[in-house]
């Protein structure tokens, strides 16, 4: 199923008027952590602030809806940001860790597998990871999802 499909299936059901959305896969393992937020498990995730400066595009708000894509960019649920805020790195808070979603839920694993992440990515675009660089910590609520025997459920 497409991002436009799962999404007018959404808008349809629940009354909600035709208004915009993003489309994404979670960076790391994007069916894993998709699983994660049908499941309930996931319900933030964090993105570093520069990435934003380099694309020039504005930070999610509250109230936005995103449709997350599984790793062969199919749509696997509807969420809607309930919350944004940027700190540092080494200033994520255990409470955000936990609502991750990962591993064990600790903020140890999160700055772990984080670190490595950013690591690697920051390295494509030529630019070193920072501890005390800025982070995009996003909340978010599951408002529908598509099971996967195929049925919808919100």
């Avoid at 991002?3 to 035709?18: G, H, Q, S």
């Avoid at 960019?73 to 990962?102: L, M, R």
């Avoid at 903020?107 to 005390?132: A, I, P, S």
Wanted: hydrophobic share 40%; aromatic share 12%; charged share 30%.
């Amino acid at each position: 199923m497409t991002d436009r499909e799962l999404w007018e299936k959404f808008i349809a059901e629940n009354e909600v008027m035709d208004c915009d959305y993003q489309a994404w896969a979670f960076g790391a393992d994007a069916d894993m952590l998709a699983e994660l937020v049908v499941k309930g498990e996931k319900t933030a995730t964090a993105s570093a602030y520069v990435w934003y400066e380099i694309e020039n595009e504005s930070l999610p708000t509250e109230g936005l809806y995103n449709v997350v894509l599984n790793s062969k960019g199919e749509a696997v649920c509807v969420i809607q940001t309930t919350k944004v805020y940027v700190v540092p790195f080494n200033e994520v808070s255990e409470a955000h860790a936990y609502k991750e979603g990962e591993g064990d839920k600790s903020l140890t694993y999160w700055r772990k597998v984080h670190k490595e992440f950013f690591t690697n990515e920051l390295q494509r675009e030529g630019m070193e990871f920072r501890e005390d660089m800025k982070i995009v910590c996003e909340e978010f609520k599951l408002v529908y999802a598509k099971t996967i025997s195929g049925e919808e459920h919100k």
